[in-house]
């Protein structure tokens, strides 16, 4: 009696000893190790904002009709895009040691334009009644005054003028005039680069378009549905199976083609199965013909070079002959 | 007596329980130890080519080399039947000698494969033909692959000189077989009714020429009414009926000696012979009163079995390629439709039931199909049917199309073709398909064709 209550003691310990251990997962099932799938960014849009986005405006400016033409006039010649492309080359770059435009004798002419904030008018008087005391404009042109050389941009000029009340610039000062890079908002243009376009690839020759972000197991770039499409294409129309021979529609060729970067066989293609009778030895060669015949595959993506410097292929001509 | 391999159930106590879970547990931590892996990464996924594009293959044949100077002529002929050979058949495409780079002059080198890609060429035939001191040929050939530039086939052969054709024949067979993957056909003869003379006095003739039409020759006289010559699987003699002063009757010929005998005596009728696939047997039908009924004579023993016997006619019978099953058309149904049966006889199965009515059912060489001819409409068309009454369809129709037979490959017809009139029949040969086909020459009109097997197999 003693003796079976001490197994069956020590039993029961055993026992939930071990259910202990599963509990803790050191036994436990191992779960299924799916690779992880490849995130993908793509921006939620909410239906609200959908809406909003493509909502009307009650305030939104009427579309302009256009105005019905009674008479229509001569054509006038219009200029050459050859002679725009000319025009724009003229364009002088800001690094070019060129010295501002002159002063146009206009200046004394009232203008309503937006310009005339800048140009020196014959509203000056008015304007400077309204100027009030300012330390920084003080500032500057305390430094113009000591250095009267740097004055290349009409802005500054303009203000110098306000300030001075002058009507006429100083010609000789245009020309002492060194060109400095200052920012000029008005000038942006004059300060792209007019060369012409250097048009090498930016990144290496083998850039990853995947849009991994960093799965421990993510797949190589794969082939798109076109490119696949494009090449099975392709493919069938070099492939010319020998039509009628006994059991040829039962006849599958598996091979496997590497591919170089420049779209031609690296090798032999490698085929998978064995001529066990001449109907599948025709149907191999007729195979490698088409894959040796169809050469450079000229849809595949460079970029994708991993993708396909390998394809296994499967010639089934089931279909075809009517299965 | 407890076995530890074969331990009952009802055995199983709590410390053996107990015992197993402890060992379980502990095999648990090895296996946990054992696995979890890397990963395989997965293959990259199989791209399925299904639709191709089927078209005569480019196949170029430069005349082949002779020996000598004098031989260049026969090696010019021998050229020209192995290129007529693979254009007939419709899956090659002889390219034009004119658009040659290349000049064949020696036929033991590497072709040049970029000259021969540049005039899309796919394969390309050399050969060379020389005559030997004993006054024979020796024929010999090269089958390349231009695209894949690798070495396809090659044979040599030596023959007397009068046999030149022949060996033009095998050659082309060998190039159909190593680039289609079937057996050819060339190297074959056709047996045919040679009719000449006005229609009110046709004169019909025994006849057998090559499978191109070339080397005709008569068999018989024309004195005697000839119809439905067979060959025998040797293709050494020829099974025909013969319609003279008595009653038709089926007759045997050898070929080569014209040795003439009758087949089986019988009283009546004697018609439709074809021999069974082993040789040794002729099946026939024999008329009994309004009737007839098909039989088998055994062609060492003479023995004659009786395989049908029903209130009907039964005729046109034809063994399968394995001898085990013989198809023959009945009207015993109402109208004239094919029936299968075993080849010892007893119940036949139908297996055409389309309109109209079938007639000369001949099992294909394949066993695959069954071609017939089915009137209806006022059209004889000719037509291939399974077996197992699948996959009927019409291959060519016309006002009077008939008596379809096989090649030995089994994937071309050919059948003859009369317009009627005061015209005669023609021999016609088309692929299963329906396609390619094509008028068969012969020395005058020609009808109740039969395409012998391969003479260099058999």
Redesign the interface.
Known sequence: MKTGLT?STV?HA??LA?AA?LASG??AA?PL?A?PTESMPIDIVSATEFSQLRAGKLDAPKPQQPKQVEKIADPKPQPSSAQKVVDKREIVSAFAPTPPPPPEPKVVEPKRTAEAKVEPKSKAPEKEAEHKPDPIAEALKRDEAKKPDTKPEPKNEAKNQLTKQETKPEPKQVEMTKPQPKFDASRIAALLDKRETQRHATTGDTINLTAALGTR?G?SP?LSASE?DA??HK????????????N?DRVRV?MTIRLKPDRTLAA?PEVEISAR???????I?A????I??CQPYAMFSLQRYD?WK???????????FGG | MNDHNTLPLSMLSRRRLLAGAAGLSAAGVVLAGLGGGPRKSAAAPRVTITEGNVQPIPIALPDFVGGQPADNELARSVTQVITADLRRCGLFAPIDPAAFIDKITNTDTVPNYPNWRAINAQALVVGRLRRQGDGRLQTEFRLWDVVAGQYLAGQQFVTTADSWRRIAHIIADLIYERLTGDTGYFDTRIAFVDETGPPERRVKRLAIMDQDGAGARYLTHGQDLVLTPRFSPSSQELVYMSYGQGDPKVYLLKVETLDREIVGNFPGMSFSPRFSPDNRRVVMSLQQGGNSNIFVMDLQSKATTRLTDTAAIDTAPCYSPNGDRICFESDRGGSQQIYVMAASGGPAERITFGEGSYSTPVWSPRGDFIAFTRIGQGQFAIGVIKPDKSGERIITEGYHNEGPTWAPNGRVLMFFRDPGGNGGPSLFSVDIAGRNEQRVPTPSFASDPAWSPLLSSS
């Open positions: 197994i039993g055993a026992l071990w251990l050191l036994f191992r190790d690779p197991t797949d794969q696949i090449f099975r493919v069938g129309t070099c492939w010319n199976p020998p039509a009628g021979a006994t040829a598996l032999p009778d001449a109907a599948t030895q025709a149907m060669d195979a490698v013909r088409a040796i015949q993708a390998e394809i296994p292929l499967d010639f089934n001509p089931t279909e075809m």
